[in-house]
């Protein structure tokens, strides 16, 4: 079910958005870049929506597990006591119930299983969108700032010769603060598989955090050292 848009995701990011782009930078005009960046955001929009519609399913999924749970362990106490009471046929109806129960908390906990992973697809789909979308727009500013250089080059007095290194000069500005203000990523061409990494990275380093105050816990609210756990090097009690 959710294939589609995860391919749809997949597509903006990479051919489609590249070839909307070069478009534009061969027709030197910026309508096809803007547009690009519009198609971006309702891309962002839809995958974001799917993440909150599959965060419901599992909140939902999960209301109900815990409502399973609760009638399961009522309906072992009843056939206990109808037992107790020598009733075997209201002790069977509760061990039957019991198990269609059970089934039913089989299927919930597969449905959440399977909300929670489309959950964390989605959003790591919204991070590599945003990240492409922040990208896209440094390479317009430095588009624009490049064409409004030209534009001015043209009306400056001077030789060809002269106008064309001063085109030259200002093109290679526009490109450095397009590429400082990207975080210093070259070209601003970001593949999926590298806006994944990134995101994946970003995950890993939140996890360690995670595992370090845990063990800080554990070990009795004290901090984890640096370094391995190993003292920093400093002055003998001698002196």
Do not use: W
């Not at 478009?23 to 929506?49: H, N, Y």
């Not at 109808?82 to 299927?107: H, K, P, W, Y």
């Not at 727009?137 to 490049?146: D, I, M, P, S, W």
């Amino acid at each position: 079910m959710s294939d589609s848009i995860f391919v749809r995701v997949q597509r903006v990011v990479s051919g489609g958005v590249g070839s909307a782009l070069d478009a534009a930078e061969r027709l030197s005009g910026t309508s096809v870049m803007r547009q690009a960046i519009r198609e971006m955001d309702a891309a962002i929009d839809k995958a974001d929506g799917e993440r909150e519609s599959a965060r419901a399913r599992r909140l939902q999924a999960e209301h109900h597990l815990q409502a399973c749970r609760k009638q399961l362990a009522t309906l072992k106490e009843q056939a206990r006591f109808a037992l107790d009471r020598q009733r075997l046929d209201l002790a069977e109806a509760a061990v039957g119930r019991q198990i269609d129960v059970e089934a039913q908390a089989a299927s919930l906990t597969k449905a959440e299983g399977e909300a929670r992973a489309d959950e964390r697809r989605f959003g790591e789909s919204v991070d590599a969108l945003k990240l492409r979308r922040n990208q896209m727009y440094e390479e317009l500013r430095a588009f624009e700032a490049t064409q409004r250089a030209a534009a001015s080059d043209s009306e400056a007095p001077g030789s060809p010769d002269s106008r064309v290194q001063r085109r030259a000069e200002r093109a290679e500005e526009a490109f450095e603060r397009a590429l400082a203000a990207a975080g210093g990523l070259g070209g601003g061409r970001a593949s999926p598989d590298a806006a994944a990494k990134v995101a994946e990275l970003e995950a890993l380093q939140k996890q360690a955090a995670i595992a370090e105050r845990l063990a800080a816990l554990r070990d009795g609210g004290k901090p984890a050292r640096g370094n391995g756990g190993k003292k920093r090097p400093g002055k003998s009690a001698r002196g």
